[in-house]
């Protein structure tokens, strides 16, 4: 069974930077057979696709709200994604998950991942 471990969260001034982790083990398979997908949910909200990345790691997509400020990358020899945060904004404040799916395409639907993350606090406030 896979098990995802988010890390990286915290409180960050506007504009500032943070990289989240996500550390998988525990599956037969290594993360470069699933498609991963990182989400974010803040309070009162649904939860939201931030980005994703296929199984072969040559596709990657962002929500629009994101796009140029965030990348999602992965690290085959540690096992791990990562979500590295530019520009950060106060409507970036929310808890972030990493999920994972043995699929070849990524998506920005929860219900397409059967694997998650506990999540990881992420707050831009000065």
């Known amino acids: 069974q896979l098990q995802l471990v988010e890390s990286g969260g915290g409180l960050v001034q506007p504009g500032g930077s943070l990289r989240l982790s996500c550390a998988a083990s525990?599956?037969?398979?290594?993360?470069?057979?699933?498609?991963i997908g990182w989400f974010r949910q803040a309070p009162g909200n649904q939860r939201e696709g931030v980005s994703c990345?296929?199984?072969?790691?040559?596709?990657?997509n962002y929500a629009d709200s994101v796009k140029g400020r965030f990348t999602i990358s992965r690290d085959n020899a540690k096992n791990t994604v990562y979500l590295q945060m530019n520009s950060l904004k106060p409507e970036d404040t929310a808890v972030y998950y990493c999920a994972a799916d043995l699929a070849r395409y990524c998506s920005d639907f929860a219900g397409d991942y059967d694997y998650w993350g506990q999540g990881t606090q992420v707050t831009v406030s000065s």
């Open positions: 525990g599956s037969e398979f290594t993360l470069d057979y699933y498609a």
């Open positions: 990345m296929t199984r072969s790691g040559r596709s990657t």
